[in-house]
């Protein structure tokens, strides 16, 4: 008999029927209980719960692997930094960025560990401008540049964070798109009509999102946004709702 | 991750790095849209790093916790969602749109390891995969998919046992996949 017959005919027998709907977590929770009680006395069972467990645990795989944005990155680093134990932060920017923080307070925490992320931090309050209660590096020639962009919504407030070649896009209190619409980024170029990028964003509840403006910023003379149908536009439909001019 | 209950946070970014991939792909699987898979990752994990003393190693690797716990978020997300509006549409396709990656040897290797997992389920026979999947990417118990198909309950337990034999069997030996 092969270990293909012996397994399947496991299958066949009546004891453990429930253990492939248990390790995929799909019993109702009666069952589930009377089941858990099951494997206490139950051997057969719970060396069949543990083998299909082994495949269960591998099943998130079969999803299509993606890349992890790198916003999202930067957004679990930001809450975590700001002691990540004031409850489940938003999409967005988030409203306290770590780079903002008092040094002693979160940063205490990260001394021992991080003492290079510690000292750009206490460096940012000493030299950085201030947006929205944060320090920022305008012009200051350091590590990141920050442009202000130009929003038509009158409530709502954009950045665009230049680092090393690359860009991130934050926006707060900025409303929905329309129905149906994303907001889509663009890279305009001196002389040349906006480019489309793969960057779509839709904002949080209380309208933040931080996006990662794909492709290297350099030469690039504005970034626009602009809201287009769902899927994005190969050109702008509308007038931009987001105009920061980097150069 | 030992180190991440006594707050470490270069600990923790390290299994971020390690599980953010397939967490958020999870959690796009099962969401379908990608600004809900984000929120259900950084909130898992910062739950995770708020909890990190609750992981117990004798109960699994770190991977199977931090996928359960996005697993589970996901779906909740996704029920509240659907409870909330309908009428929303998915954002099918965004995923196609993210940039690619240059792909590392651990990337190169969880892709791997993804066509393999894919493989096997998709060579399930259709009702199997079809049990499996509705179970585990759309949180949906045995009684809830028995009225979905009008099968009878009995018949959907044992669609996923048997699916799930196979496809450890597959994954044991892709060789001997069994139709």
């Known amino acids: ?247 | 991750m030992a180190l991440v209950p006594e707050g470490h946070a270069r600990a923790f970014e390290v299994v971020f790095d390690r599980h953010a991939g397939p967490a958020f792909s999870l959690a796009y699987r099962v969401c379908g849209r990608r600004t809900m898979a984000e929120e259900v990752v950084q909130e898992a994990f910062l739950s995770l790093w708020r909890s990190g003393a609750r992981y117990d190693p004798a109960r699994g690797s770190v991977r199977a916790w931090v996928l359960g716990v996005v697993r589970n978020r996901a779906i909740d997300a996704l029920r509240r969602h659907v409870a909330r509006d309908a009428q929303d549409v998915a954002d099918e396709g965004f995923a196609d749109r993210l940039p690619s990656p240059e792909l590392t040897e651990v990337q190169a290797a969880r892709r791997e390891e993804s066509r393999v997992v894919r493989a096997a389920l998709d060579g399930l026979p259709p009702e199997q995969r079809q049990v499996i999947e509705l179970a585990y990417f759309g949180g949906f118990t045995h009684t809830e998919i028995a009225d979905m198909l009008d099968v009878p309950v009995g018949t959907i337990k044992g669609r996923m046992r048997l699916g799930l034999t196979k496809m450890r069997l597959a994954l044991k030996d892709p060789a001997e996949m069994i139709a």
């Open chain 1, 1 to 247: 008999m092969s270990a293909h017959e012996r397994d399947l005919g496991r299958v066949q027998s009546d004891c453990g029927r429930d253990a492939g709907a248990y390790v995929l977590d799909a019993l109702e929770p009666e069952e589930a209980a009377s089941f858990h009680r099951h494997l206490d006395a139950c051997a057969i069972c719970r060396d069949e719960v543990q083998r299909l467990r082994e495949v269960v645990e591998r099943l998130p795989l079969a999803a299509p692997q993606l890349a992890v944005p790198r916003s999202l990155r930067r957004r679990v680093m930001r809450g975590l930094r700001d002691g990540g134990a004031q409850g489940a932060v938003g999409h967005g920017a988030g409203r306290r960025p770590w780079r903002g923080a008092v040094p002693g307070g979160p940063f205490a925490r990260l001394a021992g560990a991080t003492p290079a992320v510690a000292l750009l931090g206490v460096a940012l309050l000493a030299a950085g401008a201030t947006y929205a209660g944060v320090k920022l590096t305008e012009g200051s020639g350091s590590h990141e540049r920050v442009v202000r962009a130009r929003v038509t919504s009158p409530a709502a407030s954009a950045v665009v964070r230049v680092h090393a070649g690359r860009a991130e896009l934050v926006v707060r209190d900025m409303p929905a798109p329309p129905v149906g619409k994303v907001y889509e980024v663009w890279l305009a170029r001196a002389g040349r009509a906006p480019a489309a990028t793969s960057a779509l964003f839709d904002v949080a509840a209380d309208g933040s999102a931080a996006v990662d403006v794909p492709g290297d910023i350099r030469g690039v003379s504005e970034v626009l946004v602009t809201p287009e149908r769902r899927g994005g536009s190969a050109r702008p439909t509308h007038a931009p709702v987001i105009t920061a001019r980097l150069a």
